[in-house]
């Protein structure tokens, strides 16, 4: 199963929700939707490319990355202030209960972003470009989502997590893949299945 495949579906979900829900939507809640739609058409410009159903354009992916650093970090922490939770928003509760958790997320976010930046003219990993082996990428053993040491940094996105640098010399499915595991845990914990 394609890694990729996985968020595609994720995301054809979330956008029909979005536009469901976005229509209620006012102020900093409509603001923070928009920016996650925002990052979802970027998935969904990327991903065609990641299955090998396109060719692959660098700079399409340069722009992805633009994106998602454009609306990481503080650019989406500052959506986020006390009290904005509950309908028409999608953010749990616990998004200010542990913002320590979720502030780290959105840095990770960026972290990931400026190194698929970086990463953008690397090939991509592996005979088969832009399959990846589902078992590892998603936790199989000790792979980037299980709960053992991965790539994201230990078992949380505080720990010993991947640098820039490090990201910016992986495989560039490798580097969306760390975008997009950044983007899969903040909604996991943080995001309200409507």
């Excluded at 409509?30 to 996650?36: F, G, L, P, T």
């Excluded at 840095?107 to 690397?122: K, Q, W």
């Excluded at 040491?149 to 820039?164: C, F, L, P, Y």
């Excluded at 495989?171 to 760390?178: E, K, Q, T």
Aim: charge should be negative.
């Amino acid at each position: 199963m394609k890694t990729t495949t996985i968020f595609a579906t994720l995301l054809a979900t979330s956008t029909a929700l979005a536009a469901f829900a976005h229509g209620g939507a006012t102020g900093i809640v409509k603001e923070r939707m928009d920016a996650m739609a925002d990052m979802g058409k970027a998935v969904k410009a990327v991903t065609p490319m990641m299955r090998g159903d396109v060719a692959y354009d660098a700079e399409v992916m340069r722009q992805a990355a633009e994106t998602f650093s454009r609306h990481a970090g503080e650019s989406m922490t500052k959506l986020f202030p006390e009290g904005t939770g509950g309908m028409p928003s999608e953010a749990k509760d616990t998004v200010w209960s542990n913002w320590d958790e979720f502030s780290a997320l959105a840095e990770r976010l960026g972290i990931a972003a400026e190194g698929l930046a970086a990463a953008a003219d690397n090939p991509m990993m592996g005979s088969n470009a832009g399959e990846t082996n589902a078992d590892t990428m998603m936790g199989g053993g000790s792979g980037m989502m299980s709960g053992g040491a991965n790539m994201m940094g230990g078992s949380s996105a505080m720990g010993d997590a991947m640098t820039v640098a490090q990201i910016s010399e992986m495989p560039v499915d490798g580097a969306f893949s760390m975008v997009t595991q950044a983007c899969s845990a903040c909604h996991t914990q943080f995001r309200a299945e409507n």
